[in-house]
């Protein structure tokens, strides 16, 4: 099927980029790329980005081959890659669904959020409970081009530009504090981002400004690679090795007990970390895993 037809049939829309116009680079039915003659000047499509090359392994149209390369080299070492990432984006519409239908939460801080795919965190949270806000946060220019179409058709969804790995510049930013009231819970998700996270700080330590602003009762939500430190450790490492020296640069597969500091004062909803898949799925595993699931995992905790 082509990149740029939906599963029912019908035409996917380009996204606008910030000046209107609109992006190319899709694939052809044969895997081929599209030309990209109007790509917009302000989009380095030399270098891989994280929601592009997240969105090429989900057969995504908004990416460009340095981010289809970055996938193929992956899939040569897990052919399963798609499983991978979509297993990570499936736990995004469970967790979301549960803070919906359980916990009386109906504010969402979605830090990089990423290109979108049919399921997002307003679509979920909003079907379930209409008062919903959500702000997404977001530096990529073609996740910004979708932002900014997406806020005509939603007025309960937001569009940040800020950093977030940087905890200050998210909490003091104008859009977060206008349509978020931090004197009520909040459900914050850093859901495939700290893994990508090249700075001087812990990933740790970025959280706990985080979890350290939010009110008691917020939730936050993470997903993160994994070093299982068994079997499976070698194909993390390879993983590891091709994210962190292809063009995207970043990548980092940690251990469990890294990953867990990362939820420090927070009490673990059950099942605690565990694997994506893993996390209240929606039916019985029909499936045996495939190695790279095994090297995923996301958590969700509460703020007492």
Avoid at 93 to 112: E, K, M, P, S
């Amino acid at each position: 099927m082509s990149n740029n037809v939906k599963p029912d049939g019908s035409a996917r829309q380009a996204a606008p980029a910030p000046d209107g116009s609109a992006l190319q680079g899709g694939l052809t039915p044969d895997g081929s790329a599209l030309q990209a003659d109007l790509t917009p000047g302000y989009i380095d499509t030399t270098k891989a980005s994280i929601a592009r090359v997240y969105d090429a392994a989900l057969n995504g149209k908004d990416n460009y081959e340095v981010d289809r390369e970055v996938v193929r080299r992956l899939a040569q070492i897990a052919p399963e890659i798609g499983r991978f990432t979509w297993d990570h984006r499936r736990f995004l519409v469970r967790v979301t669904r549960f803070i919906a239908q359980q916990t009386g939460v109906t504010q969402y801080l979605d830090c990089g959020s990423g290109l979108p795919t049919a399921e997002n965190t307003h679509h979920v949270a909003q079907r379930i409970q209409p008062e919903s806000r959500v702000v997404y946060v977001d530096n990529d220019p073609v996740v910004l081009a979708h932002g900014r179409a997406l806020l005509v058709e939603n007025d309960q969804t937001h569009f940040s530009a800020a950093d977030i790995f940087e905890p200050r510049q998210i909490l003091n930013d104008e859009v977060v504090r206008k349509y978020l009231d931090f004197s009520q819970p909040i459900a914050l998700f850093q859901l495939g981002t700290l893994h990508h996270y090249n700075g001087d700080r812990s990933p740790a330590s970025i959280m706990a400004e985080y979890i350290d602003a939010l009110p008691s009762g917020s939730y936050v939500a993470i997903s993160h690679f994994l070093d299982p430190e068994n079997e499976y450790t070698e194909v993390a490492k390879r993983l590891q090795q091709i994210f962190v020296h292809s063009p995207l640069g970043s990548g980092w597969f940690r251990p469990r007990a890294e990953i867990l500091e990362l939820f420090n004062g927070l009490d673990l909803v059950e099942p605690g970390l565990t694997r994506c898949v893993d996390w209240w799925p929606d039916g019985p595993r029909i499936k045996p895993l495939e190695p790279a699931q095994h090297c995923i995992v996301g958590g969700v905790g509460r703020k007492p």
